[in-house]
């Protein structure tokens, strides 16, 4: 049998599908299919939400900048403590590097992101008076914010759509479902953007996490019970 043929085999492709599936080569991508996956998705979680516990927007932009290669959990774990010592940007940019340094140490990465709380807490006193601005340029020229922190503060403090947040979920369902084919997070999020109508944005994002926690896991997607499975371009069922 020709290599090529072996390769074919059906013990061969059954062991490939039990592990990652791929997206198939022709994308499903038009505002029709993008609409139907909203839609299972808001149905099967309307309560859908930011999980970074925060009461206002500087909570938010903190917590967002802690849950860097970190879990939301840990980071909730971590906020408590710290939004009692640093209610807000004043306090936190008087704050002692060493002790927040320590308080944030379960978080991973902690020196680079105490540096960063510093500094973005600082820029927020001397340019804003304390107060978290709502745009884009203004949120990225933040030390320590980048596009993905902007828009999670926008979205969900502000309740301004200016983009989507493009996380390892979203990225990988975005894929999956035959949204793009990219996999950088901006070409992602510039590849969705028109494929949703704009007051859906926050939302969407919210539904793929959610979906890819639950469900469409990154090593052992569960096909079976996903709502999504029939339209899926890479379903195993
Ligand atoms: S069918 Fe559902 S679980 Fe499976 S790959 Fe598609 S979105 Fe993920």
């Known amino acids: 049998m020709p290599p090529r043929a ?3 085999t059906s013990k061969t492709s059954s062991r490939r599908r039990t592990t990652k599936p791929r997206a198939r080569s ?3 991508a038009t505002p029709e299919h993008a609409a139907e996956i909203y839609r299972r998705l808001h149905l099967a979680y309307p309560d859908a939400h930011c ?18 290669q970190c879990t939301d959990v840990r980071v909730n774990m971590v906020t408590p403590s710290l939004f009692a010592k ?8 008087d704050a002692n590097r060493d002790t927040l340094e320590e308080m944030i140490k379960s978080t991973g990465f902690f020196r680079s992101k105490a540096k960063n709380l510093l500094g973005m807490a600082q820029a927020l006193v001397e340019r804003y008076r304390g107060q978290v601005p709502r745009t884009m340029d203004e949120l990225t020229a933040l030390p320590g914010v980048g596009r993905k922190t902007a828009n999670v503060v926008l979205g969900n403090a502000f309740d ?10 979203v990225a990988r369902l975005s894929k999956r479902l035959g949204l793009t084919k990219e996999t950088d997070p901006v070409k992602i999020e510039r590849a969705l953007m028109p494929l949703f109508p704009r007051d859906h944005w926050t939302m969407l994002s919210h539904l793929l996490i959610e979906h890819g926690r639950r469900v469409c896991e990154a090593r052992r997607p569960k096909c079976e019970q996903c709502v999504l499975n029939d339209i899926c371009p890479s379903s195993l069922v």
């Open 6 to 8: 072996r390769a074919r």
């Open 51 to 68: 999980a970074l516990n925060h009461r206002n927007a500087y909570e938010l932009i903190v917590a967002t900048i802690l849950s860097a």
């Open 26 to 28: 022709k994308s499903n």
């Open 160 to 169: 301004v759509n200016d983009g989507i947040v493009v996380d390892t979920h």
């Open 86 to 93: 640093y209610p807000n940007a004043e306090a936190l940019a």
